[in-house]
């Protein structure tokens, strides 16, 4: 059974950091897209950002731009979301996901097979 776990999340002062982590469980990911997405009560969940197999080229939405990072360790299977300057319009439950075929370019939710619980961020003013 595949599983996924966030950690990480918690409440943060304007400007501050925190580190998210995601560790997969059930079978690795090493050859696949693994990315993050937020979501907000009464909204769609929108994709954060995403790393391809290589690790070489993240990408990320516009607006989180210099501020997020995303990496992954394949030998822990596991990925993370650095996020520095923190905003309160970052606030939001975050969710890890992973796809079970696709290697890059990785922004749409179907692409992705495998969801975590998701974990609370919310940052105050």
């Known amino acids: 059974q595949v599983q996924l776990v966030e950690s990480g999340g918690g409440l943060v002062q304007a400007g501050g950091s925190l580190r998210l982590s995601c560790a997969a469980s059930g079978r690795t990911f090493s050859n696949s897209c693994v990315g993050w997405f937020r979501q907000v009560p009464g909204k769609d969940r929108k994709f954060v950002a995403a790393i391809g197999w290589s690790g070489i080229s993240p990408y990320y939405v516009d607006s989180v731009k210099g501020r997020f990072a995303i990496s992954r360790d394949n030998a822990k299977n596991t990925v993370y979301l650095q996020m520095n300057s923190l905003k309160p319009e970052d606030t939001a439950v975050y969710y890890c996901?992973?796809?079970?075929?696709?290697?890059?370019?990785?922004?749409?939710?179907?692409?992705?097979?495998?969801w975590g619980q998701g974990t609370q961020v919310t940052v105050s003013s």
């Open positions: 996901t992973a796809s079970m075929s696709y290697r890059d370019y990785c922004e749409r939710q179907s692409q992705y097979s495998y």
